[in-house]
T-cell receptor
Framework: IAGITQAPTSQILAAGRRMTLRCTQD?????MYWYRQDLGLGLRLIHY???????GKGEVPDGYSVSRANTDDFPLTLASAVPSQTSVYFC????????????FGPGTRLTVT | DQQVKQNSPSLSVQEGRISILNCDYT??????FLWYKKYPAEGPTFLIS?????DKNEDGRFTVFLNKSAKHLSLHIVPSQPGDSAVYFC??????????FGTGTSLTVIP
């Protein structure tokens, strides 16, 4: 069982370019999340999805969009990357209602130059 | 504004002794609290949690204490082992929809 996979592992991106970070889970979890981790700021929630077909905004949603077309996939798109989006991005999932434990992917290290 | 705070960026403890990691929160609506452990170049992994209706939860060497009146929780690790060396994040949620994480405490257990 892979759990949660993220791709790419790392990426260097020119400012202004569009980028999609991929996230796939094989646990049939209802809820999925995207976080960014920055030094001194911990993990901050970008967007979340409680179930396929629904999404919601977290603490820091500006500049990011998500979609949840099916249970397994939850891609995060940066429409026009800026240097302040340089960060490590983690995707996570949880079973949903009544279950608070989140399972995290290995992360994507993104550098916007 | 940070709703969940971990004021100690780092902590060093001798192997076999107790490690105490602290976390403070500001939102009284939080009803569930969790601790995660993170090794370098890996995603966080769930460690232990506690509901706001309890004041203590224990799992092996790990115990989480919740003081709602002080809006404070702590993680105790006894006895500490070198493999416990990692960054520990506390997190809090309201009805499990959104999770707020602290900034993390780097624990070093000295052999």
């Amino acid at each position: 069982i892979a759990g949660i996979t993220q791709a790419p592992t790392s990426q260097i991106l020119a400012a202004g370019r569009r980028m999609t970070l991929r996230c796939t889970q094989d646990m049939r979890h209802n809820a999925m999340y995207w976080y960014r981790q920055d030094l001194g700021l911990g993990l901050r929630l970008i967007h979340y999805s409680n179930t396929a077909g629904t999404t919601g905004k977290g603490e820091v949603p500006d500049g990011y969009s998500v979609s949840r077309a099916n249970t397994d996939d939850f891609p995060l798109t940066l429409a026009s990357a800026v240097p302040s989006q340089t960060s490590v991005y983690f995707c996570a999932s949880s079973a949903g209602t009544g279950s608070h434990e989140q399972y995290f992917g290995p992360g994507t290290r993104l550098t916007v130059t | 504004d940070q709703q969940v705070k971990q004021n100690s960026p780092s902590l060093s403890v001798q192997e076999g002794r107790i490690s105490i990691l602290n976390c403070d929160y500001t939102n009284s609506m939080f009803d569930y609290f969790l601790w995660y452990k993170k090794y370098p170049a890996e995603g966080p992994t769930f460690l232990i949690s506690i509901s706001s209706i309890k004041d203590k939860n224990e799992d092996g060497r790990f115990t989480v204490f919740l003081n709602k009146s002080a809006k404070h929780l702590s993680l105790h690790i006894v006895p500490s082992q070198p493999g416990d060396s990692a960054v520990y994040f506390c997190a809090a949620s309201i009805t499990g929809n959104q999770f707020y994480f602290g900034t993390g405490t780097s624990l070093t257990v000295i052999p």
